[in-house]
């Protein structure tokens, strides 16, 4: 269908896809380097941050990197951890684990406590002071290639399809947007950077990408209970040796905790319900009492790259380049990706500025790929690659101590006695089969500290326009109901946070149900369906959850 419209085209010397930390912070650089750069930026949500969500305990050597006096600009980063606690639980009880063990990478002293939402936010004001066009509620559903193969622009701003996909009264087809350069920062499992991952076989050579799925509420607490600074990280109970994970319990100001909980989505028993998981989470009496007398004031969930620096790939290719987590550059143990996505944005606008200074256009910008190789990030992602497939393989108990002693002698030494590990399968090939498994029995939500699905997501102020196509399309409509319901129990009601995907029915009257109308954007579908029969699209522009401050 693309093929067939005529569109008008807007000539720009970078286009950039995502109001993310990285986009944003390739944005700003761009312009610091060149002030009479035409840069564009789009961003899919209603406004930059509306699709934010992140823990987010902030390292900001990024954004030291990147704007000096953030402070002096009125950045809205004021609350610097002052306390610092590991705990494992179990079913009722926890034990502290102690810093002094811990590498000092692991050290949270230093960052801040930060709603990346907000972040982006300020970061947008500061990009458009500079003069960078931002552009939200404008999806880009489209690549655009030149003569050659290469990435020239994008197709952004479609809307008014029917759910059939043909155009509708209202329907605008939207703009080529082309650029010398496109920068790619659509954070995780980003539907055209997938593409160009595929197109230009990105990750050859390099191991599968490793996901999470990470859900957070906002919750205002008792005054009395709120110690503003504290970072607080558990692992154990309630997953145990079922899945890898654990929560984040961050206490930001105006009496408000960020609390969190990831599952690593390669878990084998499909019966395993991440969201259930969190919910029960918060009964544990730690957890419970801290929220006693509180209320949750938003909900939200996105995946997380976890593959690290053995599943980086190529980040070039001819005209585009890859930024944040549309790689993947989240440090797993320390769970933070920001400042590498910042990084990543300010290399690769370097790389840009001076390909576009020396006359070229529409190549690989191979200066970006050496400096996240070999530069900061690499220096970050490096010393902890061996985690992940440490505790996928042996399990947390043997993960922690081997892991700390990787991460230990890469610290100080520079080498891994492991050398680099591999993480093997798929998070999708390691689903197991339902016949392998028990189902598992979940408490009911109370609804004063666990809530279900439909009415948390209520909280991610989540919209679609009803009568658009379903943006979260099946490669075969037979698949979730001849082979996934029998073999894995079709997890796709269970892995999904907000209850998109439901089985109606039993037996031969059973159908497969998509309320795409729920979907908050975070891509477990296209990572974790055991068939790899579901593919998550851009919806119109301005749909999805609108986060206020995640």
Known sequence: MAEAIEREAMEYDVVIVGGGPAGLSAAIRLKQLEPDLNVVLLEKGSEVGAHILSGAVLDSSGLDALIPDWKEKGAPITVPVREDNFLMLGEAGSLRIPNWPMPGLMNNHGNYIVSMANVCRWMAAQAEELGVEIFPGMSCSAL?????GEVKGVIAGEMGL???????????????LHGKYVLLAEGVRGSLSKEVIAKYDLSAGKEPQKFGIGMKEIWEIDPAKHKEGTVTHTMGWPLGNRAGGGSFIYHIENNQVYIGFVVHLNYENPYLYPYMEFQRFKHHPVVAELLKGGKRVAYGARAITEGGWQSLPKLVAPGVALL???????????????????????????????????????????????DVRSGPIAKDLKPVRNMKPLWSKLGLAAALPLGGFD?????????????????????????????????????????????????NVAFSFTNHEESQPCHLRLKDGSVPIKINLPEYAEP???????????????????????NFQNCVHCKTCDIKDPSQNITWTTPQGGDGPNYPNM
């Open 324 to 370: 944040g987590c549309s790689a993947g550059m989240v440090n797993v143990p320390r769970i933070k990706g920001n400042h590498n996505a910042m990084l990543s944005g300010k290399a690769a606008a370097e790389a840009a500025h001076a390909a576009i200074a020396a006359g070229r256009q529409g190549d690989e910008l191979s200066s970006y790929e050496a």
């Open 407 to 455: 991460m230990w002698t890469n610290s100080l030494f520079g080498l891994s006695l492991f050398g680099t590990l591999k993480h093997g399968k798929t998070d999708a090939a390691a689903t197991g089969k339902a016949k392998n498994f028990k189902p598992i029995d979940y408490p009911k939500p109370d609804g004063v500290l666990s809530f279900d699905r439909l009415t």
């Open 144 to 148: 655009v290639y030149g003569d050659n």
């Open 492 to 514: 796709a009601q269970r892995y999904c946070p907000a209850g998109v995907y439901e089985v109606i029915g039993e037996g031969a009257e059973a159908r497969f149900q998509i």
């Open 162 to 176: 029917n759910a059939d996909g043909t155009p509708g009264p209202h329907y605008e087809p939207g703009m080529e």
